[in-house]
């Protein structure tokens, strides 16, 4: 049974076996209070000195006001609601549950320790130094708001929830979860603020901080909606993932012990670094660094329909394979990716001054590439260039092969090398010079054009696809051919041979290292014959069908010849525009 104690003054101490309930107590001095049991209070108690209260189970408090120091200690469950000010430090602790809702006022320090849980509801809590709260077991804040002078501390054994709360410090703002911890809220700190989780760690929210922000986590970390005022660095044991829209006015690190992915907006003010244990992912993301923006993973680095730009340069770099498919990428200075294995792109990329890609295997690329001073392209084993629009000097090196697969276009010089064979499978133009180069063949399928052309291998090979899509250079300027031991014409299996068809393998300005003896031509129908004429600035190849004109005589054969080879050269002479 509750012991009702009236209105008292000077120093007082009660004292119950059993309960014992505060009842519209007003003291002139220090208010010290003692139950076996339970201890509450109801209506406003007030002490002008400190305040001490006691139970052996619970304590329900509320409308309480202690001119100094205060402290209530429960051994088992404390429950504060409505008003609890102190004008010195307070201290309040339960051996199993801490639940409170209202408002908490200490003049000075705030303590709040639960053996178990604490739980707080629309709680206002101020402190006028610092304020902790420590939980044995789990600690969950809701809709609630905690101001200190000085710093701010979160510690909880085993989960923390933090969630439509906001924590403002004149220093630093700490939050350690032995387990989980889960934030959605506003942080305003004026030097420094950090979370740390064993387990996972997701936050959203408004970060303010004058000195950064650090997060770690000892297994997953979760990014969602989040806003950082100042920096953040990142760190999660296993996973990390960028879920929803996420600002740093600052420079920002995120690591990840296995993979991270960026499946919405990272707008970074200053130096953006990722990285990661195994792999780099993204979806659908937006990637942006005010100054240097750079990616980093063991294994393989990924994104798919993504925008990535830097105010100053990227790199990009993965142990294994690097993959960008439809994304596009901008630079104030240089983009630069290395790959262990394999490296592909598609899609536009602007830098201002350099671009260039490595690949340990194979590189593939295709889209439209801006380099104020050049595109450098390199492939330990074979590079293949899809549909490709160049501005600028381009230099293209295979270890092995190297395929142009789709049209591909320059406004400037480009040299293609490959350390074997170099197949040009598709069109190409060239608004500069043009340097081809394989030691073994190069074989060329669609026209290529450019305003000089340097080719060096050992045997080249046209092919010969329709009477109007066939393998020819077409050079503005200067053909010069060094080291060829053989030219092959080959036509495919399939062509249509009609008499009088004239082709146009190669026209220039001048030409340089041709004769007729080099040539050979593959797959002729056997009731066909042709006609190789090579010129200053020309090498053409005509057909005649063998039952059209029969065999002439010798002396009317060079007449009869010459007569359709200048048909020929007139009906279907590739004519520059």
């Known amino acids: 049974m509750w012991a009702l104690l009236p209105a008292a003054q000077a120093d007082v101490v009660y004292t119950s076996p059993v309960d014992l309930l505060l009842s519209s107590v007003h003291v002139s001095g220090h208010l010290t209070a003692e139950a076996g049991r339970d201890l509450g209070t109801s209506g406003v108690n007030v002490a002008t000195g400190n305040g001490a209260l006691t139970a052996g189970r619970n304590v329900a408090v509320g409308d309480l006001t202690i001119y100094n120091n205060l402290t209530v200690t429960a051994g088992q469950n404390l429950l504060v609601s409505r008003s609890l000010v102190s004008g010195a430090s307070t201290v309040l602790s339960a051996g199993d549950m801490l639940q409170m809702g209202g408002a908490l006022s200490a003049g000075t320090g705030l303590a709040l320790s639960a053996g178990t849980a604490l739980n707080g509801h629309r709680a206002m809590v101020t402190a006028g130094t610092s304020a902790s709260y420590v939980a044995g077991g789990a600690l969950e804040l809701s809709e609630s708001i905690t101001t200190a002078a000085r710093s701010i501390s979160l510690d909880a054994g085993n989960s923390m ?4 709360s906001a924590f403002t410090a004149g220093t630093s703002i700490g939050m350690t979860a032995g387990t989980n911890l889960t934030f959605d809220g506003q942080v305003d700190a004026a030097q420094v603020f950090g979370a740390t989780a ?6 959203s929210g408004s970060i303010q901080t004058g000195r950064g922000t650090t997060l770690t986590a000892g297994l997953s970390l979760t990014l969602d909606a989040a806003t ?12 990390m993932a960028v879920i929803g829209p996420v600002t740093a006015s600052g420079q920002a690190s995120l690591s990840a012990g296995t993979s991270l992915a960026i499946n919405s907006s990272l707008n970074v003010g200053n130096t953006l670094t990722i990285a990661a244990g195994t792999d780099v992912t993204g979806s659908r993301a937006s990637i942006t660094a005010g100054t240097h923006l750079g990616a980093f993973a063991d294994r393989s680095l990924a994104l798919s329909g993504s925008v990535v730009s830097a105010g100053q340069a990227v790199n990009f770099q993965a142990g294994e394979g690097i993959h960008i498919t439809n994304s596009s990428m901008a630079a104030g200075t240089s983009i630069g990716m290395i790959a262990g294995t394999d490296l592909s792109f598609s899609g536009p990329l602007n830098a201002t001054q350099n671009f260039s890609a490595v690949a340990g295997n194979d ?7 801006r380099a104020g001073r050049g595109t450098d392209l390199t492939a330990g084993v074979g590079l293949t260039l899809g549909a490709t629009t160049f501005e600028g000097v381009v230099t293209a090196a295979g270890g092995t092969t190297l395929s142009v697969i789709g049209p591909v276009s320059t406004s400037s010089h480009a040299s293609l090398s490959a350390g074997t064979r ?11 010079a043009l340097a081809l180069t394989a030691p073994d063949a190069i074989q060329v399928a669609h026209q290529v054009k450019s305003q000089q052309l340097a080719v060096s291998t050992d045997h080249l090979r046209f092919l010969i ?4 899509d066939y393998g020819a250079f077409d050079v503005t300027g200067r053909a010069a051919f060094d080291g060829l031991k053989y030219v092959t014409v080959a036509f495919d299996r399939d062509f249509d041979f009609m008499d009088g068809l ?9 030409l340089d290292g041709l004769n007729e003896s080099l040539f050979s031509i593959e797959n002729l129908d056997p009731f066909f014959r042709y006609v190789l004429t090579i010129d200053a600035d020309a090498v053409r190849l005509s057909l005649m069908a063998l039952d059209a004109h029969g065999v002439p005589e010798p002396a009317a054969g060079l007449l009869v010849l010459a007569a359709l080879t200048a048909a020929a050269w007139t009906r279907a002479r590739r004519h520059r525009p």
């Open 161 to 164: 929830s933090l969630t439509g």
């Open 422 to 432: 170099l197949a040009m499978d598709s069109t190409m133009d060239v608004d500069g």
């Open 502 to 510: 004239a082709f146009d393998l190669i026209l220039a300005g001048s």
């Open 465 to 468: 696809g329709t009477p109007s």
């Open 198 to 203: 064993a387990h996972d760690l997701r936050l």
């Open 228 to 239: 950082f005022q100042g920096g953040v660095a990142a760190t999660a044991g296993t996973t």
């Open 363 to 369: 590189l593939l690329l295709s889209g439209t590439i």
